[in-house]
């Protein structure tokens, strides 16, 4: 699954490992930051929808009508190794964003955990860690970034990375 420009606008799209098969999924507005579910079946992405803005979504692998995954504001939705959770960045209109974890079939947070205010604007999204226990994230201060982990148990997060220069 991919997001292209294809039709002048960004959709997501899919096709096999081959190149064949490719079909649209997505007619919306705006839609990238695809991602499968490990059983292959769903894909869930963000939209840009009327008028609440950056949403997020789930729609079959073969089509269909696509579903919302929460009424609030979020981004850059990613399964969990098991797929049956979802993080993200979600926010209440006017409150800072946090990392969020949500039900795959949709609804309100499982969990949310504060971060930094830049976090969510980055074209880098959470990332699952393979036990999926703990979600990651990019920080970048003063120009360095560093990875940190926010452990699903509520501990405070802890950082992974001790860069000195440069960004991710």
């Known amino acids: 699954v991919f997001a292209s420009y294809a ?3 960004a959709h997501i799209w899919r096709m096999e490992k081959n190149g064949n098969d490719l ?9 990238d930051w695809p991602d499968f579910s490990p059983d292959g079946q769903w894909v869930i992405y963000h939209g840009d929808a009327e008028p609440s803005g950056d949403s997020i979504w789930k ?20 399964f969990s190794p098991d797929g049956k959770l ?14 969020a974890v949500l039900p795959v079939g949709g609804g309100p ?3 949310t955990f ?27 201060k003063g120009g360095i ?3 940190w982990a926010q452990p699903l148990t509520g501990e405070p997060a802890k950082q992974l990375t001790n860069f000195n220069h440069e960004q991710i």
């Not at 729609?59 to 504001?73: A, C, H, N, V, Y």
């Not at 979802?86 to 990392?99: F, K, N, V």
């Not at 205010?117 to 990651?136: L, M, N």
């Open 7 to 9: 039709t002048g606008k």
């Open 23 to 31: 079909k649209q999924l997505t007619n919306g507005i705006y839609e």
């Open 59 to 78: 729609i079959s692998i073969d089509g269909g009508t696509p579903r919302p995954l929460s009424d609030k504001l979020a981004r850059q939705p990613v």
């Open 86 to 99: 979802i993080a993200c960045y979600l926010r209440d209109e006017g409150t800072p964003w946090q990392l």
């Open 109 to 111: 947070s499982l969990k």
């Open 114 to 140: 504060p971060i930094p205010a830049s976090v969510a604007d980055q074209q880098i999204g959470p990332r699952w860690a393979a036990d999926g226990k703990a979600i990651s994230y990019i920080v970048t």
């Open 145 to 147: 970034s560093n990875i």
